[in-house]
């Protein structure tokens, strides 16, 4: 397939990115857009718009995603789809790129597409997930919602008092959350999907490479680490006959940082939530809880590390550890992976092979046996979720060229290697 004919147009994407970077922007540079929020909702009208301008036809689904949709130009056929997209939420206080990135490289990457003149035997489609970063109760709500994979009663539920549910925002913008299931697709409707997203970590900068080809996407463990000791007052109990709270999980935080340093790069593990009850400058500690997230590509040493720190937890007195929540982790296609690698190869940029520490739109599809892969490129300093987020606009080029030739490669499938 030669794809030498597609050219993405560094300006047009550039400006597509700073001006999305607009809608809830604050004093700080970062962005408050969170999902069905008011800047979220008006960066959703304006993103609609120009997708229209790019010549797509442009609706919306029962679960707020938004679907473009650009037929091959001998007009439409029943031929399963080659599908792009991202999120436009964005956590409190995010970055400008993470999402927008995906959206914005897929939309210009659909107009490079057309204006190359080359005839697709098949439609593509941009898709534009509702609530990825789940800042209404769980992440990836719009991409589970079209292959039926929500929990029973998961709409209905927010993150904390006072908070909306996504089924009441959902009400807001005029949708009926009765008729989710109206959003659901067939998985023989899509070909393959394919997200370019920023990496959300330093691999990519260290090594100086523009590219990474994602291969999986951790297995995640979240844990509730509780301790309980004797709250009493801070200055009539003597040292010695104290059982402060605090003290037993100090020991135990560091013991569990060493156990996963200790054992090796695969895996990491951050303890990023402490609790200390009555938490009071005048009264002995007397129960600490705290969460225990550890993410690894490889699950077999997930559970080693994770039944190490339960022992180094029942070791000290009175202390105790559940399960909050596992995901299994996903793997990407390798057929896709390959045409990345292929599409790196034929406009010579380094690329790298990487697993994901975070979860995106993409991990979706494999869930329901859509081909999927993730295209990273480096974020400045490795920084993400946060007003510092930044990216060298030439990487997002670089970045949306390959998923250009990538959907046009996959779109008439086969060439997984160079044609004569
Ligand atoms: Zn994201």
Redo the contacts with the bound molecule.
Sequence with gaps: MDTSSIRIKEDRLRQDLLDLGRFGEMASGGIGRTALSDADLEARRWFKERMREGGLKVREDAAANIIGRMDPPSGPNEEPCIATG??IDAVAQGGKY??ALGICAGLEALRAIRESGVSLPCSCELLVFTD?EGSHFAGTFGSRAMFNLLQEGEMEKSRGAGMASLAKDLKRMGKDPQKIAEARRSPSEFQAFLEL?IEQGPVLEEMEVPIGIVDGIVHLGRYLIRVIGKSGHAGTIPMHLRDDALIKAAGIVTAVNEAVRSAGPEIVGTIGEFRVQPGAINIIPGQVEMSLDLRSMNEEKLTSVKRQIEKIVLSAEKAGMETVLTKGGVRMDPDVMMADELSCRERGIPFHRMGSGAG?DAMTFPMVNIPAGIIFIPCVGGKSHCPDEEIRFEDACRGAQVLADTMVRLAFRGPLHPLP
């Design positions: 991202s999120h993470d999402g990825e997203h995106h």
